[in-house]
């Protein structure tokens, strides 16, 4: 089978052989030979560091490689096996120039679906607010999916009785 842009091939699926029937034919067989596809689009987005934490991409903030973006297609939060995935790069293939955080996730299948990045530790979301993904509707190709993370910091010290009110700890 040729496939045709934004058809996914589902069978066969001879995973180490190839997307194809093997066949033998002796003479005055006959043969049929079923193929299975999926309209399926694909997913683009860029993630970046949201250094001031406001949720939106300010000129300066890097871009980050090495994070997995992914469609969960079983409504879990979480990445499974068989879903969707793609890895952030160090540059968009696609483009000319140098887009750190780009991220392209191919032949996702028409349909309503979330999509989430796994939070790597030490990070808090910042974009989409409120820690959450996406809920889209895959019946084109759909890009700006975006994912900002600021690092996450913290305060510490001691809270004592100060007996004597001079305002030191001893």
């Known amino acids: 089978e040729v496939i045709i842009p934004n058809w996914t091939q589902t069978f066969p699926r001879i995973l180490g052989d190839g997307d194809t029937h093997s066949v ?4 005055g067989d006959k043969l049929t030979a ?15 560091n949201d250094l001031n934490g406001n949720g939106r991409r300010d000129a300066g903030e890097p871009g980050l490689a090495d994070w997995t973006i992914f469609v969960d297609l079983i409504p ?10 793609a890895v952030t790069q160090l540059d968009n293939p696609d483009t000319v120039g140098d ?22 530790d030490g990070w808090l979301q910042t974009k989409p607010g409120g820690g959450t993904g996406y809920l889209i509707n895959v019946d084109d190709e759909v890009s700006e999916l975006d994912f ?3 690092k996450a910091g913290g305060i510490s010290g001691v809270k004592w ?8 700890f001893e």
């Open 24 to 27: 033998t034919l002796q003479s």
């Open 34 to 48: 079923d193929f299975g596809n999926v309209l399926a689009f694909d997913l683009r987005g860029i993630k970046w």
């Open 76 to 85: 879990n939060g979480l990445l499974d096996k068989g879903e969707p995935f």
């Open 99 to 120: 887009e750190t955080g780009f991220y392209v996730i191919r032949d996702v299948p028409v349909g309503r679906f979330n999509v989430y990045e796994v939070l790597q």
């Open 148 to 150: 900002g993370n600021v």
């Open 161 to 168: 009785n100060d007996v004597n009110a001079n305002g030191v």
